[in-house]
């Protein structure tokens, strides 16, 4: 007999092992998609029981109560509750908790009973509650709470075993129709009642040992100390960077090679003609261009995924929090504004996390001032092409300098542009708390962090495939059409509607010492940074030859000033290039006037920092 | 809870030191200034095991005038401002 689709819902606390349960019962087959309205992640997955019944998970946002004060928290009441539009209810809550620390998950799960769903309390991470010497009366702790209880070992194999079985039992149960929820939002004596309810049925079920986990003091007390917690941060995030820009290279080399080599081959086989034209150079090396980044982002992204699950996130928080608040940022706003340096995109959903709406604000506008990665190859073009790699007082590379500079400029900005939206804009709000839970260090779990690194590989090949796709498309027809009059002796791309486009352009850039051809890259540049690249490699290869194109940087230096290219730089710190950034603004939003005041002030500040740029070169003699 | 006078030993959590013991009295969430409403910062507290006769214990402070502060409630660690730790009454 061919059993009906089981729905679970995964609810707990933060910290509480939700995500690694959730990979552990579903692996790779996941789906991750927003709400309908909301910019939401929601995560489901599917899995088979032993006795062969399907099921669906979906990983609810983790909460402390089901009193919904941000939007994920009212994701997951909603869903437990049935509300959620376009969702089905579910059959079973798995209410899961950190065995190590029930307190909070127990009292979640009073007022989660009052909904009236049918609920299996998940003890996770059992195996370390044992470690430490940590006792739960199971059968106890079910009795008292009238729920079933279940031991589980998300990251070891086999561990969920007993979850499963239990699944399979209750679902060959469950009563159809619907349940009668008594649930409403508790006041104060009842949250304090149900916190005092949970305190007692703990006392009465779990014996603690007397000492707390002896890892965690000792590492906290390094990590998180006054100063040399500062110092170690500062470690871990050179590293990182380093890992980012050292590590990657090899992998980009050999990707760029790879791509050039197919490149090579399309040119061979085909005859020169608008096919392998088109495959060469709009397809082949447009999309290439980008995909080359794809170990940069899976360097940066397997950096925060280890550091949160090892729980060092919150720390970094913690020690963040009252220096970032002399700018009027939030300590929480220093995961989003780190993931930003990968790309502004998760970091712009990662402010989910930063329940106080002006704090918010504030860090998603500026989180596109940080240097992404979609920057990096423009800056390196620019830098190997025009600043020369000598030594600066003996031991610092002029190169890495400049670099070095960009990146502080963009942070400076950021942190000027924080301040000020706190003085003048946002004034009226009051500093919101600051609160965190820090939980106990753990080990990381491979399983986990691959699959989330593969998710997010994933989703940029995906927008690569797209959306970079179609402008790359886009570039290389505005480049080639119309083509030149027979007998014509300028270069091709003079006719074509790009150059059309660029030369209309060019009165308003010149002031920043842009010429048309740049104006032409900055076009499908505004949809992806990274594009102007491959578009200044399409402007000037077309126009030049084939050559051309393999040394985009060595005909830049033939064809543009100094003082031209140092603007381009400043240009990159600021311009609101990226159409995707742009979309998640208003998304995250929910306003087109945000949308509109980033792109208008990070266009006047690209504006403004290349005109300065610009003429205090020439003025040095660079022009 | 309603703003009781303090008996000499009774303090808010936010002015203690690094290092200090004691045992939650009572929650006074109008005596924090949070930019939370009192009903709202008591059932946040609450949320995170802040209830009367939990033990607390100050483990780490911020560099920046000492602040944030990381208390051990119970079995868990919560980091919190000193602003928000006025409304917690310890003795």
Not at chain 1, 76 to 104: H, I, Y
Not at chain 1, 589 to 607: D, H, I, P, R
Request: hydrophobic share 50%; net charge neutral; aromatic share 8%.
């Amino acid at each position: 007999m061919e059993l009906p689709l089981l729905h679970l819902a995964l609810v707990g606390t933060p910290n509480s092992g939700k995500t690694s349960l959730f990979n552990a019962l579903t692996g790779s087959r996941q789906k991750v998609a927003n709400y309908p309205g909301v910019t939401v992640e929601r995560k489901e997955g599917f899995f088979v029981t032993p006795v062969g019944r399907q099921v669906s998970v979906v990983d609810l946002p983790g909460t402390y109560s089901l009193r919904g004060r941000s939007p994920d928290e009212e994701i997951t009441r909603d869903f437990v509750l049935g509300k959620a539009t376009g969702e089905t209810v579910p059959d079973l809550v798995l209410c899961v908790a950190d065995s190590t620390n029930l307190r909070l998950t127990i009292r979640l799960l009073l007022e989660l009973k009052r909904t009236g769903r049918p609920m299996i309390l998940v003890l996770n991470m059992f195996d370390i509650a044992n470690r430490r010497g940590i006792t739960v009366d199971v059968e106890r702790l079910a009795k008292e709470l009238g729920v079933p209880v279940v031991t589980s070992i998300a990251v070891r194999k086999g561990g969920t075993a007993d979850l499963l079985a239990l699944t399979d039992e209750i679902s060959a149960k469950l009563a159809a129709g619907p349940q009668k929820n008594s649930w409403r939002a508790l006041s104060v004596s009842e949250l304090r009642a149900t916190q005092r309810e949970a305190d007692r049925i703990i006392a009465d079920c779990v014996s603690l040992p007397a000492s707390p986990d002896t890892w965690t003091a000792r590492i906290d007390a390094i990590v998180l100390h006054p100063v040399g917690g500062l110092i170690v941060l500062a470690l871990i995030l050179f590293v990182m960077f380093q890992a980012v820009f050292a590590w990657a290279q090899p992998l980009m080399e050999l990707l760029n090679s790879g791509f050039d080599a197919l490149g090579e081959l399309v040119h061979n086989t085909l005859p020169a003609g608008l096919l392998q034209s088109f495959l060469q150079n709009g397809v082949i090396s447009g999309v290439g261009s980008v995909i080359v980044f794809l170990p940069q982002i899976i360097i940066i992204f397997l950096f925060i995924l280890l550091l949160e699950d090892f729980g060092y996130m919150a720390r970094a928080a913690f020690l963040m929090d009252r220096i970032m608040g002399g700018a009027g940022l939030h300590g929480r706003a220093f995961i989003p504004l780190l993931s930003s340096f990968a790309c502004a995109i998760p970091g712009i959903m990662a402010t989910r996390v930063i329940d106080n709406k002006r704090d918010r604000l504030t860090t998603i506008l500026i989180a596109p001032l940080m240097t992404c990665s979609a920057r990096i190859p423009v800056y390196t073009l620019i830098i190997s092409a025009f600043i020369p790699a000598r030594d600066v007082w003996g031991f610092i590379n002029l190169q890495g300098l400049v670099m070095f500079g960009l990146y502080a400029t963009g942070i400076v900005s950021a942190l000027a542009v924080s301040f000020l939206i706190k003085f003048f804009m946002l004034r009226d709000f009051a500093p919101a708390p600051f609160m965190l839970e820090l939980p106990d260090y753990k080990m990381p779990r491979l399983k986990s962090i691959a699959i989330g690194v593969y998710t997010r590989a994933k989703m940029f090949l995906h927008r690569a495939g797209t959306t970079i796709f179609s402008m790359m498309v886009l570039i290389w027809f505005l480049a080639s059409f119309p083509q030149p009059p027979a007998g014509a002796t300028e270069p091709a791309i003079d006719f074509s509607l790009a150059a059309i486009i660029g030369k209309a352009l060019e009165p308003l850039l010149a002031p920043v010492g842009f010429n048309w051809q740049i104006a032409v890259a900055l076009i499908p540049g505004m949809a992806a940074r990274e594009v102007a690249v491959a578009a200044l490699g399409t402007v000037y290869a077309i126009e030049g030859g084939k050559e051309a194109a393999e040394q985009i940087g060595q005909v830049l230096a033939t064809k543009w000033s100094l003082a031209t290219a140092l603007s381009m730089l400043a240009w990159y710190i600021f311009a609101p290039q990226c159409a995707s950034t742009l979309a998640v603004i208003r998304r995250e939003t929910g306003s087109w006037t945000w949308m509109g005041v980033t792109f208008t002030y990070m266009l006047v500040l690209a504006y403004a920092a290349s005109f300065v740029t610009y003429n205090v070169a020439v003025a040095l003699g660079a022009g | 809870m309603t703003d009781t006078t303090d008996t000499p030993s009774h303090m808010p959590l936010g002015l203690a030191q690094r290092g200090f013991t004691g045992v939650i009295q009572h929650l006074a969430a109008n005596r924090a200034g949070s930019a939370l409403s009192d009903v709202e910062l008591e059932s946040r507290l609450i949320e995170l095991g802040f209830v009367e006769g939990a033990r607390v214990e100050i483990l780490h402070e911020g560099l920046v005038g000492r602040d944030p502060i990381a208390v051990r409630v119970d079995s868990i660690t919560i980091a919190v401002r000193r602003r928000e730790a006025m409304a917690i009454i310890v003795a």
